[in-house]
């Protein structure tokens, strides 16, 4: 582990020196590119400095034990040794946290979908719910969510709803959500007060860049039509809106939510090259023997990720056995602890995974 921490800290001073030099700083895309390396690795870098001044204090400590004969000093390096102790057992859990390989779609913004499944119009209800629940999470993560594509419910909420999100991390933050909410609470529409189960399917991908999907344009049909609004209204009568459909592999994405035409296709675009990456990893894994259930599964209300119990006021994330009693503060997007614990469940088996 020394020698990777070692190894990173060259790296971080050698970034610091390449980001003063003034080529660098004129190519503003490899400056971004460095910049963020450099951000990254003195998360790395800071914690080691700690953890190097630890290990150096016990050594320290250790020889005074073995040289002095003082017992006052004596006792005092033995203090010293018990609280130095944990503190170096607890910055080498933070390293080996810090030095698990990072997908790198993590840091990217995303494209979020949400489907209604089992349920009907109750479904699709459940899928406005889970929109409004990203929409006050990206609030508080500073991100901006913005609709691109959708399909209402015929009593409300959404069939479909497409939106892309941007901002800090946002795909390695929201990927944990991918997988199907099923929902239980007594329908607006029902007379008899009975609880009803229903569900939706959530699917997170990474937005990819012009140059890490190759696309052959001349596999893309394009069709343009109007726009509308969520609920019915009309946004323009100009025909902005775009859809794009990808003949080799049949996948139809869209987008409406721009006036500007051009806007609109470069979001579809995006949107396109995301699919086709997620389509792409598909393959990969099934071919080394990882390959697990699909992000959307089957939209049925028993291939489940999450509960949200209404009667009960209980929130249950079915991958960690979590749950939690304040219904009203998740649906108003404070889902941050349940992404934390999967985010710890996933590194922990990506340790276990390395050491086996």
């Given at each position: 582990?020394?020698?990777?921490?070692?190894?990173?800290?060259?790296?971080?001073?050698?970034?610091?020196?390449?980001?003063?030099?003034?080529?660098?700083?004129?190519?503003?895309?490899?400056?971004t590119?460095?910049?963020?390396?450099?951000?990254?690795?003195?998360?790395?870098?800071?914690?080691?400095?700690?953890?190097?001044?630890?290990?150096?204090?016990?050594?320290?400590?250790?020889?005074?034990l073995k040289?002095?004969?003082?017992?006052?000093?004596?006792?005092?390096?033995?203090?010293?040794?018990?609280e130095?102790?944990?503190?170096?057992?607890?910055?080498?859990?933070?390293?080996?946290?810090?030095?698990?390989?990072?997908?790198?779609?993590?840091?990217?913004n995303?494209?979020?979908?949400?489907?209604?499944?089992?349920?009907?119009?109750?479904?699709?209800?459940?899928?406005?719910?889970?929109?409004?629940?990203?929409?006050?999470?990206?609030?508080?993560?500073?991100?901006?969510?913005?609709?691109?594509?959708?399909?209402?419910?015929?009593?409300?909420?959404?069939?479909?709803?497409?939106?892309?999100?941007?901002?800090?991390?946002?795909?390695?933050?929201?990927?944990?959500?991918?997988?199907?909410?099923?929902?239980?609470?007594?329908?607006?529409?029902?007379?008899?007060?009975?609880?009803?189960?229903?569900?939706?399917?959530?699917?997170?991908?990474?937005?990819?860049?012009?140059?890490?999907?190759?696309?052959?344009m001349?596999?893309?049909?394009?069709?343009?039509?109007?726009?509308?609004?969520?609920?019915?209204?009309?946004?323009?009568?100009?025909?902005?809106?775009?859809?794009?459909t990808?003949?080799?592999?049949?996948?139809?994405?869209?987008?409406?939510?721009?006036?500007?035409?051009?806007?609109?296709?470069?979001?579809?675009?995006?949107?396109?090259?995301?699919?086709?990456?997620?389509?792409?990893?598909?393959?990969?894994?099934?071919?080394?023997?990882?390959?697990?259930?699909?992000?959307?599964?089957?939209?049925?209300?028993?291939?489940?990720?999450?509960?949200?119990?209404?009667?009960?006021?209980?929130?249950?994330?079915?991958?960690?056995?979590?749950?939690?009693?304040?219904?009203?503060?998740?649906?108003?997007?404070?889902?941050?602890?349940?992404?934390?614990?999967?985010?710890?469940?996933?590194?922990?088996?990506?340790?276990?995974?390395?050491?086996?």
């Amino acid at each position: 582990m020394i020698d990777k921490l070692e190894e990173i800290a060259r790296r971080y001073e050698e970034v610091e020196q390449l980001m003063s030099q003034p080529d660098v700083v004129a190519d503003m895309d490899n400056y971004t590119r460095l910049s963020k390396e450099y951000k990254e690795l003195g998360k790395v870098v800071a914690v080691y400095k700690e953890y190097k001044n630890v290990l150096s204090n016990i050594e320290s400590a250790k020889e005074v034990l073995k040289t002095e004969k003082d017992p006052e000093f004596r006792e005092m390096a033995k203090m010293e040794l018990d609280e130095l102790e944990p503190q170096k057992e607890k910055l080498e859990e933070e390293l080996k946290q810090l030095l698990i390989p990072k997908d790198p779609a993590d840091s990217k913004n995303a494209i979020l979908e949400i489907r209604a499944g089992a349920g009907g119009d109750e479904a699709a209800l459940f899928a406005g719910d889970l929109l409004r629940m990203y929409q006050k999470f990206s609030e508080k993560m500073g991100w901006k969510l913005a609709i691109t594509d959708f399909v209402d419910g015929t009593a409300g909420g959404f069939s479909k709803v497409v939106a892309n999100v941007t901002g800090q991390d946002v795909y390695g933050t929201l990927k944990y959500e991918s997988g199907v909410h099923r929902v239980q609470r007594v329908p607006a529409t029902e007379t008899q007060g009975r609880v009803h189960t229903s569900a939706a399917s959530v699917v997170v991908l990474p937005e990819m860049d012009d140059v890490e999907v190759e696309l052959d344009m001349n596999d893309i049909r394009r069709d343009e039509f109007c726009s509308s609004g969520p609920g019915g209204q009309s946004v323009n009568t100009t025909y902005s809106a775009i859809r794009l459909t990808h003949l080799p592999t049949g996948i139809v994405v869209q987008c409406q939510d721009q006036k500007s035409k051009l806007k609109n296709y470069d979001k579809a675009l995006k949107e396109l090259k995301s699919r086709l990456y997620a389509l792409e990893l598909q393959k990969q894994q099934e071919e080394v023997g990882a390959e697990r259930k699909s992000m959307i599964g089957s939209g049925d209300r028993s291939d489940k990720i999450r509960t949200y119990n209404y009667p009960q006021g209980r929130v249950t994330d079915h991958r960690i056995g979590k749950s939690v009693h304040n219904l009203p503060a998740v649906m108003d997007g404070d889902i941050m602890p349940f992404i934390e614990e999967l985010r710890l469940a996933e590194n922990a088996e990506k340790m276990k995974a390395g050491q086996s």
